[in-house]
Nanobody
Framework: VQLQASGGGLVQAGGSLRLSCVAS????????VGWFRQAPGKEREFVAV????????YYADSVKGRFTISRDDAKNTAYLQMNSLKPEDSAVYYC????????????????????WGQGTLVTVSS
């Protein structure tokens, strides 16, 4: 599986961005899809995940209520809608996929993920 993340950019605090993650291959529906981020000098951190079942999602506390993750298996694409952005959301955002036997399974551990995209930079100015 190859992943291509896009949609990053420069936005003012309080603004919105939508990130996309497009996957190659025919098995996208077998994977949970997660978003992680890494700011300069910091560890990579979990942001959000959507299970194979699109109604099953989980968020980091820092983004809960502001970010929404979704997926469209017909398009092999996952999205991260980011609203009410804050300067501390600035980071390189990565999408990744985690093969799951269960439609409702997911993980917030980066080590569980099988394939990663190249990252897209989000910069939020104050």
């Amino acid at each position: 599986v190859q992943l291509q993340a896009s949609g990053g950019g420069l936005v003012q605090a309080g603004g919105s961005l939508r990130l996309s993650c497009v996957a190659s291959g025919r098995t996208f529906s077998l994977y949970a899809v997660g978003w992680f981020r890494q700011a300069p000098g910091k560890e990579r951190e979990f942001v959000a995940v959507v299970a194979r079942s699109a109604s099953t999602t989980y968020y980091a506390d820092s983004v809960k209520g502001r970010f929404t993750i979704s997926r469209d298996d017909a398009k092999n694409t996952a999205y991260l809608q980011m609203n009410s952005l804050k300067p501390e959301d600035s980071a390189v955002y990565y999408c990744a996929v985690d093969q799951q036997g269960s439609r409702f399974g997911y993980s917030d551990y980066a080590s569980e993920y099988d394939y990663w995209g190249q990252g897209t930079l989000v910069t939020v100015s104050s």
